[in-house]
């Protein structure tokens, strides 16, 4: 610990804190743009900019509190003249950095739809740090002559400076800031390098994109769209593409029965949009919430992750008992694991597991199942999912997700929890008031097995403890598996079943993802079954989920465990509606009718 002293008050801090922490820490919320707590500091923005000096010495030097160790008598000032000069004129060159006049205008107060980014926040907090008005600002940096330049600099390349070729996630290269962020999480976290070296010569007559110096629109890149770098973009410059015009249109409309489910993780971080405690699982809520949204039926994804979990299970003891069968088997519910299969590994093609993922099961079910059962044209409704994942919007887009009689695609649009925050807001709904309300059934119960998909471990256990109860005809002693647990990036267990041992492998981020296959095609690579999801944690770290400034992953995970226990079920083969599912319609798991409605193929 050390002792500092801000704005003349006392302090004790940890010594392990960097400055702009240590001031958070006691309660001085210091504005930082460049700088994530999980990315650690950057120093480009100049926003966390203070005054410091050392016991005894009589100046205060300017410094970025991010990258500024702390010491003992350190005397630091977050509000002087000189400090607000300082703040004023790097907010002026992230504006003119931006070049984009519509920003300005959000800036300026004008919020548009994307309300949440956290530029606004930030450069809010900047400014009432400031006390300066906002408009003050802009009328600071921008005369009519750059103005109009903007124009035409915007008019001129928006087609190619706002990237959409990827389907999941957008670019838009004028809204970029140099943060460097994306670079630092597509690189260090994910092991893409999807973004190259930033390049700040983003002018009228240059068209080459800030955030990649080849040009490559992202559609060309080894880019997986797990969505991680719109995750942590300070300045909406990487954001999901926003599907919420579209579904509002066809709500309006009213020609479809429009219907929706909600995915495992997303019930536990919509809470934080609307700055409920972080973690807090709103599944009541969240359905309540659907409903007022306009959705006809509201259902819940985590009915076809039970249903995954009977087809995978099953896919697995097939696989262990057929001696030619192709071992190890991988999980193929994350998108953007599949996606790096198909781009990076494709000899581990035959290894995945051919189960759809639980959102294309639940779009399957609806559309070939619940439809006929409810006497509906499948072409009369409109299938939607609420995702913790960029990835599953290009997911639903793939050619094997299109009945191939009708042409109708099973599931048709999905939203991350971002874009559900948004449309709350526009609403107004007061999310924290909502009474809990029931999901509508068949589609609406689940176990605790399917709670656990949230995270990271969660598909293994699930799968244990079914395979185990299809194997043994008991259920798996004690129900958890601790061994598949927690948020270390790469997990081993062995598993005794029945005399075999099982050698089980969890893996989660796109990093540890290569790392865990360096040795994949050698003799030392014997596992049997293997979980992988693409962003860190599983889908509770999801490229689509909130933007948080803490910590957030495990706060996620905690809850999970915890909602998990007290469910009344515990195991996906104890829900009575996938029993009877299987029972009025599939007949068996791994069966014919299953093989062609819940199973799937992959490129090439
Ligand atoms: Fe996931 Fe899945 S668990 S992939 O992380 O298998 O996205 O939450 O919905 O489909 O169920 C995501 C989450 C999600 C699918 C399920
Ligand atoms: Fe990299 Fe994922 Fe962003 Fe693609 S979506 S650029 S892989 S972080």
Redesign the pocket.
Known sequence: EVKIIINGEKFRVSSKLNLLEACRKVGFDIAALCYHPALGPVGTCKCCVVDVKSEGSTNYKRACACATEVWNGMDIRTDSPQVREQLMSAIADLRKKQKNRSLIMKIAGNYDKRGDLSLERYIKKGESRLQSSKYQISEKVFDDETDSMLDLLIDRVSNRFIDQTNLAIQVDHTKCIDCTRCVNVCSNLQGMNVYSTISTSVYVDSLMPSLNTKGEFLSETMCISCGQCSLYCPSGAITEIDHTEKLEVIMKTKKKLVIVGI????RLSLAEIFKLTPGSLTTGQCAHLLRLLGFNRVFD??F??DL?IMEEGTELLHRINDPNSILPMFTS???GWINLVEKQYQNIIPHLSSCR??????GSIIKNYYAKKINIDPKDIFCV?V???T??KK?LLREQFRNPETGLRDVDLCLTVREVGRMVAKRGIEFSELEDREFDNPLGFSTGA?QL??GSG??MEAAVRSAYWLKFGEDFPALQYNAVRGLKGIKEAVLDFDGRQLRLAVVSGGKNIHKFLETWGTSSFNYDFIEI?A?PG???G?G?QPRSNLDIVPIRLKSVYQREQKMTSRSSHDNPYVKKLYQDWLKKPYGEKAMMYLHTTYAP
């Open positions: 995915a495992p993780s997303s994804v985590q076809t992750a995954t519910c994350c998108p993922s639980p959102q294309q099961m639940f999912t995702m913790p994942c990835a599953k997911e399917a998909f949230a969660g598909v999801m962003c599983g889908c509770i999801g689509g």
